[in-house]
């Protein structure tokens, strides 16, 4: 079973200022990734897919990179709303489609 | 408007059974593979299982395998999941969430519509 990793597990920001979250993955998965955020009490959203093509009705302030082993979610300018739980899914040894532990975007 | 809305969570005891529903409307149901995915309090995402859109295959998670069953009714846009010899780790809200597209290929395995979840509580 592929393990992803995500880190930092928590990451605090402020309103406006860059963030960059990290995923690893323990084998290839060449861009079969994708990213969700996850609001308090909210279901998980589809953000990225493909490691770099953003869902519809996504802001362009979110961007994704990487490929193999080793991928990046940027935040460009954090808004309000941003401030969630971020997971990277593999899905390219499926199944199980694995997550990665989640990393907690919050205001500093 | 396109949407998965679960129903069927309860508590219930050790050993004890359950089923699950999803009920779709907005999009062509029976196009599309559709999974559950469980998140226990506090912590993260775990899928579950798979069913695609002919319920031709199948897939588990092993820590489901051989307790909990997957199926669908296309023609009432429904998902269903048996949960037998439950435990207390199987404690969680159980979402169905819908492939991220009609073709049964590795670039659509992402999850791209997720429901509200249904809490499943095992406990004595």
């Known amino acids: 079973e592929i393990v992803m990793t995500q880190s930092p597990a928590t990451l605090s920001v402020s309103p406006g200022e860059r963030a960059t979250l990290s995923c690893r993955a323990s084998?290839?998965?060449?861009?079969?990734l994708a990213w969700y955020q996850q609001k308090p009490g909210q279901s998980p959203g589809l953000l990225i897919y493909?490691?770099?093509t953003r869902a519809t009705g996504i802001p362009a302030r979110f961007s994704g990179s990487g490929s193999g082993t080793e991928f990046t979610l940027t935040i460009s300018s954090l808004q309000s709303e941003d401030f969630a739980i971020y997971y990277c899914?593999?899905?390219?040894?499926?199944?199980?489609?694995?997550f990665g532990q989640g990393t907690k975007v919050e205001i500093k | 408007e396109v949407q998965l809305v679960e129903s069927g969570g309860d508590l219930v005891q050790p050993g004890g059974s359950l089923r699950l529903s999803c009920a779709a409307s907005?999009?062509?149901?029976?196009?599309?593979?559709i999974n559950w995915v469980r998140q226990a309090p506090g912590k993260g995402l775990e899928w579950v299982a798979y069913?695609?859109?002919?319920?031709?295959?199948?897939y588990y998670a092993d820590s489901v395998q051989g307790r909990f069953t997957i199926s669908r009714d296309n023609a009432k846009n429904s998902l269903y999941l048996q949960m037998n010899s439950l435990r207390a780790e199987d404690t969680a809200v159980y979402y169905c969430?819908?492939?991220?597209?009609?073709?049964?290929?590795?670039?659509?395995?992402?999850?791209?519509?997720w429901g509200r979840g249904t809490l499943v509580t095992v406990s004595p």
């Open positions: 069913i695609s859109g002919s319920s031709a295959n199948r």
């Open positions: 969430a819908r492939r991220g597209g009609v073709m049964e290929t590795i670039t659509t395995r992402f999850f791209d519509l």
């Open positions: 899914q593999q899905f390219d040894k499926w199944p199980p489609g694995t």
């Open positions: 907005g999009f062509s149901f029976s196009s599309y593979g």
């Open positions: 084998q290839n998965i060449g861009t079969n």
């Open positions: 493909g490691a770099f």
